[in-house]
């Protein structure tokens, strides 16, 4: 029997164990899961939450843990959600160059935690920000939340924070690539990180091209800054949350941190729901009227709009 | 008013005008989509499906490119379905180095087409699926799926193939970067490509220490084979269409495609059957409801299940 009403308390006074406990009930999904969102949702909403996301190799890590190291300089309370991409198989994250967060290992005031993107379309849409609400709650001035990959739900989910980074590096195919990852719209802020090679300038120069930084905008509009650093040696990563505070201001002052936000709670209901809806499919039907199904479509006697017909018919009753 | 009967006569008799015009439909989710989905039901599961993924930079286009040359020397019919990642908000493909596709363009027998992954969760599990469907009707004997990222659904939609290719070059973080994505599980098929590049044997060890190929085996297991190519060159394409022709047998023996087939097939259902659901909840209460239900969220004063719960109770009376 968890006692979910202690476990809040705990974690609102910022006790690392009762936050991983309640972020493992919101990962395994587990039958208190709703009990906890509920007792947790008049304390958030006071995080401030920064997506950073940047192909394999920018060094997303050695930036989230410089950035870390800059917050806690300053005396915040600091989280990190590491979305770390697995299996579609074995639902386990690969912690590969975790280790350089251990430099924050010990930190009382610094939350580390690592979530795999499990096998399910949709099933990290609804497990990040669950995590995201359990930091907010135990009191995190910022949350940083890093995708390992760049794919479709790894963007997403850096896309819905309050501030999203883009990370490049010279040298990796650079500008063209990210643009056709598509997270060159997402990025508030921009960061060329491993500025000491060959070829920062020109990658910040391509950067500030491809995202017509040049051309006119509206006086109230943002302007994503380009900011280059060297996030193994610290270099550049104070100047990285200036620009993040910057963003953050203008979010305030132009009513857009209340936008996003709600979009992002938006989303996160609708996910929630369409999650309820799926599990009440397999209730209903079991997974042998799917298999059935599935057999005539294959056989070419059913096609699959026929097939999803049949399957929904029961649940709406329409 | 659009005749879908003709439409599908004509894309089965292999005229890429049409085939071209019943994937439009299937990507916008046309009003004809049901119709043509149940006309196209019979004269389906006859391609053989192989898809192709690997990080940025490794050679997918290159490699798909020369595997359609070596599929038409065999004389086979063959379709390209290149999954191109794309801005959550914009919608639209980026195309950059598709010109390479350009050798075929004049070729009747090959139909090349890319698809944009969308915003939305779930958007590309069904349109991918169903162009799929089109290039079979219309006779390709193999159908080529390329995945242009290797973020979790583009991951997703090359495993579902009937035999994955998972493509790694030489120095490129090599091995844990693919692990790391998640990549190797799904692997039929391996190839190293760039194999003239310094490091490419190291590659090929180390991919073959990952994959535990050294390890013991049931007899019947089937042993992913590690080919070697140059694809820019057409260097070893052929032996990789060899791989794929035994991988291909060894799952019609072992009753392996069948399996796979219907996976795919469930899980095609399932993706619609959502996205049906997901449609009528927005019919049913408005994006106002939904709004109204987020602000609350964000103010504290809902938990996200909760908005859920109310957002899903009017569609099932439950």
């Not at 705990?10 to 406990?21: I, L, S, T, Y």
């Not at 795999?116 to 907010?136: C, E, I, K, N, Y």
């Not at 910022?142 to 990959?149: A, C, P």
Request: aromatic share 4%; net charge negative; glycine share 12%.
């Amino acid at each position: 029997m968890i006692d979910v009403p202690t476990l809040v308390e705990q974690a609102r006074q910022g006790r690392p164990r009762a936050v991983a406990r309640l972020i493992s009930l919101v990962e395994n999904a587990a039958p208190e899961l709703r009990e906890v969102m509920a007792a947790l949702a008049p304390y958030t909403g006071r995080a401030y939450t920064v997506g950073l996301t940047g192909s394999p190799g920018v060094g997303k890590s050695t930036s989230t843990s410089a950035l870390v190291s800059a917050y806690r300089r300053l005396g915040k309370r600091v989280g990190v959600l590491a979305v770390d991409p697995s299996s579609p198989f074995s639902g386990g994250a690969l912690l590969g160059d975790r280790v350089r967060m251990q430099d924050h290992a010990t930190d009382p005031e610094v939350f580390i935690r690592s979530m795999a993107t499990r096998g399910h379309l949709g099933g990290l849409s609804w497990a990040a920000p669950q995590a995201l609400r359990v930091l907010d709650a135990a009191g995190c001035d910022v949350i940083l939340v890093e995708t390992v990959g760049v794919g479709q739900s790894e963007v997403e989910i850096a896309a819905r924070a309050d501030t999203t980074v883009v990370l490049l590096a010279p040298g990796m195919g650079d500008g063209i690539q990210a643009a056709k990852a598509g997270i060159l719209e997402i990025g508030d802020v921009f960061v060329v990180n491993k500025a000491d090679r060959d070829g920062a300038d020109a990658t910040a120069r391509e950067l500030n091209h491809m995202l017509g930084l040049g051309e006119a905008r509206g006086a109230g509009d943002w302007r994503p800054p380009i900011v280059k650093t060297v996030a193994a040696r610290g270099e550049g990563v104070d100047e990285v949350v200036e620009a993040l505070e910057k963003h953050r201001a203008w979010l305030d002052e132009h009513g857009e941190l209340a936008v996003r936000r709600r979009r992002r709670a938006a989303d996160e209901v609708e996910a929630i729901a369409l999650a309820a809806l799926r599990a009440r499919i397999g209730d209903l039907h079991g997974d042998r009227h799917l298999a059935t199904l599935a057999e005539q479509v294959v056989a070419g006697g059913l096609d699959p709009y026929g097939a999803a017909d049949r399957l929904v018919a029961g649940l709406t009753g329409r």
